[in-house]
């Protein structure tokens, strides 16, 4: 018989289980053990002895043989083991539940009690003390006083200030005057339209809230009046000066001059009433005209009568609009003014 003629095998050998793990050439893979003549019990026993290689096929190919198992047996209690997995995990959520709730009504209580504190437990206010507000100079000047113009009008502003300039003065130089009606300080806008309604209104938006209103005096001569703004618009403040010049020794002599007599108060009737104090007939100044002129080399505008001066006013520089009546009162700021920029 020809060694290398190969012979049919047979269905035994077709049936034989070659154990995992075990090598073997693939030219012998067909070639039946008891062909070869090896003894095949004495194979099969040292087989036993060797351990073979594990995977999850196999475990699961050897699962289906032993355990008589299907694949679909296999995956229904693999679906069966993740719901307990579940069901455990759903009998732990009370605990939490209930620790939640216990911690939202710790919550609820402290925000209770916050707004109870803040809306019923009464604490002491502390006392504020009103703050003392100083008028804002202009120009510093050498002494101050206030006065109270109750209630805020023309008669009553005027009649203050009347008082105020007959009144003897014991301070020298400059002496400021800060009007208040109650616990406000009256501002330009207030003291300009209570000397005259026909003041121009752009001529009021071009200055500054803070006035200063004041007397100087010299041991020789009596107390002059003064008034001092501040410009915020140099255009338009000197544009409606201008406009003004027909009406403002009427609006302004009142409260610049002391010749202007006193207003007092009368006895209407037998019951002691009092009328309102009312502002006697000025002379008409409209048609007298103002002319440019010079003071310590400043532009000055005055108006004349009987070569006597009844007004002046000037812008010192652009920031500063002085009026007054009276030459030295005028050559007096001028001089102030000028130091003061100087030092700055």
Not at 49 to 78: C, G, Q, V, W, Y
Not at 140 to 161: G, H, M, R, Y
Not at 242 to 254: F, S, V, Y
Not at 315 to 330: G, K
């Amino acid at each position: 018989m020809d060694p290398l003629k190969k012979k049919p095998i047979s269905m035994e050998a077709q049936n034989t289980q070659i154990p995992r793990g075990t090598f073997m050439p693939q030219s012998e893979k067909e070639i039946p053990f008891e062909e070869k003549g090896f003894d095949t019990h004495s194979t099969e026993r040292r087989q036993e002895t060797i351990p073979t290689f594990r995977t999850f096929e196999s475990d699961t190919i050897d699962t289906i043989k032993n355990n008589h198992e299907s694949m679909a047996s296999i995956t229904l209690a693999e679906h069966m083991h993740r719901a307990s997995l579940v069901d455990t995990t759903k009998k732990e959520s009370p605990e939490k539940n209930l620790l939640l709730i216990i911690f939202s009504l710790i919550l609820l209580v402290a925000g209770i009690g916050a707004v109870w504190f803040v809306f019923f437990v009464k604490t002491a206010e502390p006392v504020i003390q009103p703050m003392q507000v100083v008028p804002k100079e202009i120009l510093t000047p050498d002494a101050s006083n206030t006065i109270e113009i109750s209630p805020l009008n023309q008669a009553s502003f005027i009649k203050a200030v009347q008082e105020k300039i007959i009144e003897p003065v014991n301070q020298t130089g400059l002496v400021a005057l800060h009007f208040s009606a109650g616990s406000t300080t009256i501002t330009t806008d207030q003291f300009l339209k209570t000397l005259s309604p026909e003041i121009p209104p752009a001529l009021i938006r071009a200055l500054d809230p803070v006035f200063s209103f004041g007397l100087y005096k010299t041991a020789e001569e009596e107390a002059h009046p003064y008034i001092m703004f501040k410009v915020l618009s140099y255009e338009n403040a000197f544009a409606n000066m201008l406009a003004w010049e027909r009406d403002i020794i009427n609006d302004t002599k009142p409260v610049l001059t002391a010749s202007t007599p006193v207003i007092t108060t009368t006895i209407a009737s037998s019951t002691a009433s009092t009328t309102p104090p009312q502002v006697p007939k000025a002379p008409d100044y409209s048609a007298v005209a103002f002319t440019d002129a010079y003071m310590k080399n400043k532009d000055i505008r005055i108006a004349y009568q009987n070569r006597k001066p009844l007004l002046m006013y000037s812008f010192v520089d652009r920031n500063t609009l002085v009026i007054t009546a009276d030459e030295s009162t005028l050559k007096e700021l001028i001089t102030r003014i000028t130091k003061t920029e100087f030092v700055r």
